[in-house]
């Protein structure tokens, strides 16, 4: 079955019927707002932390799926019959449909009953809102009066305790209604400073913010009573569950079209200025209006999403490739780099299967994510690196996962997932090859984020791999700790109680389980160390983390090679992990990777026989054919230059390969 093709010319995935086998989800938003939206318009938005901003409400695993989203309704007041332009909610059948996910935003379009409907999907660059721009097109030939709905349902901004604490939220929503925009402001009186506003621009013919009453009893989101009997309730939501939408009266005439607006957004208002008149409860709006009076103006809206398509262009245009395969191009070229920038946006911290609630920024997960998106966003990727520093401990070991909105490690999770450390190296490395600039080693870092404790990022590097030499194990080789790379690889946690985590729930002093991944990733770390340290001058410090590159080396020729490839780790019992002596699991891609990069076994065969191994006994007919590869680099900067050169030429290894 298909469902969809790649449009290259428009930079797009088209999706040409709505029933995919899941939610094919793309990423709205560039710096703090972020959106998930689904080719059905499902999905959901928050300021910067999925969990403690969310704006509107998802559930997940829900039936039917990818149910709750931005949806709007159309209602044909004469015939009154409604559907949704999207397909979800109502699930109508459509004469024409297609979601075409772009870079940034998301176009979803049907026509039904001779009525054409287009809503383009966007967050502009710098703002924290989504535009909706829907455009509806009377294709009949003769004049049409239509009701036009829009829904979204708010959260009671933490995302946990919204899905948990119904006793306290049934009774704290509250909003306000003002012209053509609906104000989210609850727990604004008591201890919040920001809301979340939804604005059309057109005049309205009703607006509900009460969900149930908008809906009715024991209806759900594909049969509102509102759009039924096709007129609002002017409903005012006190406690319960607070949502928002607007009442539209559209005339067509044949051929004709016109558009909508509809915009969803988050703003922060200074403590001391949240209410106009001061003495009041109302909120504050006057640092709002002009930005919803801005994007609900067509033009703007049209600039904003140009601007939104040119800074795609520049970013994307920093590098590019031409092979002779189509799709090699176009993966490289277009989709890699842009999922490359959602993952630096969002690191795994909300998705289609992420919930956004059990966890935050990942401390691994962000550095990996910077190796790919350096070159296109460098300023952003050095404020990030410091911002992973200041959650790493003074031990030289790192809290997994830190919240984004507060910057503070996650405690729920802790630490000792003993490879996170030495990516903050390669993170590191990766920026100064790619910006030249050095002045970032300098740069004061708190550990854990405690005032007081500060000290050069490079002091912190310098720990990282401190942090792997005062944890080693009976082979000489890295214990693992909770994990490594492979998060599910917990050698040290033997669970026996309902309810336990597998990652963090720790009962074996972990003195004897060793990873080879690790190993293979110091020495990579190591020998980028040793560069550094031989660019600032430090030449004996150089030698020592060559040193200590060689010794782990020597370690994994010994005890970490298996005859015909590298080993995956020694377990608790001391009984090997990813060898031929092994009933199952015999050979693992991840070691293979590690230390090849690493440059073990590149002099003596090791790492031809691993890759022949991986070819013979891991290898499946999806593998990617390799061509002739030129490449263009659209990089000028006469610092980056001159650092690769300098690094190129020099007898300490280079920074990377």
């Not at 030939?141 to 899905?163: N, T, Y």
């Not at 693992?588 to 006994?617: H, K, N, S, T």
Request: glycine share 8%; hydrophobic share 35%; aromatic share 12%.
């Amino acid at each position: 079955m298909r469902y969809g093709y790649f449009d290259d010319q428009r930079r797009e995935y088209v999706i040409t019927r709505p029933d995919t086998p899941l939610p094919w989800i793309n990423y709205l938003g560039n710096e703090d707002y972020f959106s998930i939206i689904s080719n059905t318009a499902g999905g959901y938005s928050f300021y910067r932390d999925a969990r403690l901003r969310r704006i509107t409400r998802y559930r997940y695993n829900n039936v039917p799926l990818d149910s709750g989203g931005r949806y709007i309704y159309i209602r044909d007041n004469e015939a009154q019959q409604f559907w949704s332009p999207s397909w979800q909610p109502t699930r109508h059948r459509l004469t024409e449909y297609s979601c075409r996910h772009g870079l940034g935003y998301s176009i979803i379009g049907s026509t039904y009953d001779g009525i054409s409907a287009q809503t383009c999907y966007f967050v502009p660059l710098g703002e924290s809102l989504e535009i909706w721009q829907l455009t509806l097109t009377n294709r009949r030939e003769q004049p049409v009066r239509l009701s036009v709905f829009s829904s979204i349902e708010f959260a009671l901004w933490d995302a946990q305790d919204d899905a948990t604490n119904f006793q306290r939220n049934w009774s704290t929503g509250e909003v306000e209604i003002e012209d053509s925009v609906i104000y989210h402001k609850t727990e604004y009186r008591e201890r919040r400073n920001h809301f979340a506003f939804f604005a059309c621009s057109e005049r309205l013919a009703g607006f509900d913010t009460q969900r149930d009453v908008f809906l009715g009893p024991y209806r759900g989101w594909h049969n509102p009573a509102a759009v039924e009997r096709g007129r609002s309730f002017d409903s005012v939501a006190h406690g319960w569950a607070p949502m928002g939408s607007h009442h539209v009266k559209v005339t067509l005439e044949p051929g004709e079209s016109r558009p909508i607006i509809f915009l969803l957004g988050y703003h922060e208002n200074p403590r001391d200025q949240k209410f106009d008149p001061p003495d009041s409860q109302t909120v504050n709006k006057r640092t709002v209006e002009p930005v919803i009076a801005k994007y609900l103006d067509k033009d703007n809206v049209r600039a904003a999403f140009d601007a939104l398509c040119a800074h795609y262009e520049r970013l994307l245009g920093i590098l590019q490739v031409e092979t002779p395969d189509i799709h090699t191009n176009r993966m490289v070229n277009l989709w890699n780099p842009y999922q490359c920038l959602v993952t630096f946006n969002l690191s795994r911290s909300a998705s289609f299967f992420e919930s956004g609630i059990g966890r935050g920024i990942g401390f691994r997960d962000s550095n990996q994510d910077l190796l790919g998106s350096v070159h296109m966003i460098p300023q952003r990727a050095r404020q990030r690196i410091l911002d992973l520093a200041a959650s790493q401990l003074e031990t030289g070991g790192a809290y997994h996962q830190y919240q984004p909105l507060t910057k503070e490690g996650n405690d729920e999770i802790g630490s000792n997932f003993n490879d996170d450390p030495l990516w903050l190296v390669l993170s590191t490395a990766a920026y100064l090859k790619e910006t030249g600039d050095w002045s970032i080693l300098d740069e004061l870092v708190p550990y854990d984020n405690h005032v007081g404790s500060e000290e050069p990022l490079y002091a912190h590097l310098q720990r990282s791999l401190r942090y792997t030499l005062d944890r080693l194990g009976p082979h000489r080789l890295p214990l693992i700790g909770r994990a490594d790379w492979n998060d599910c690889l917990n050698l040290n946690t033997f669970s026996e109680t309902p309810g336990e985590s597998f990652q963090t729930t720790t009962n074996r002093d972990g003195k004897v389980a060793e990873s080879i991944v690790i190993a293979g990733l110091f020495v990579l770390a190591a020998k980028e160390m040793a560069a550094i340290a031989q660019w600032r001058g430090l030449g004996g410090e150089a030698r020592q983390h060559l040193d200590a590159a060689e010794k782990m080396t020597a370690a994994v020729r010994e005890h970490g090679w298996d005859g015909g490839w590298f080993l995956r780790a020694y377990d608790d019992s001391g009984q090997k992990v990813g060898s031929h002596e092994c009933d199952e699991g015999q050979i693992f891609v991840e070691p293979q990777g590690f230390c090849i990069m690493a440059g073990i076994g590149l002099d003596d065969g090791r790492a031809e026989q691993a890759l022949a191994a991986v070819d013979e006994r891991a290898s499946s007919c999806s593998s990617l054919p390799t061509h002739g590869t030129t490449c263009t680099w659209a990089r000028s900067h006469p610092t980056h230059q001159a650092t690769k050169r300098t690094l190129a030429s020099s007898a300490i290894p280079t920074l990377g390969s």
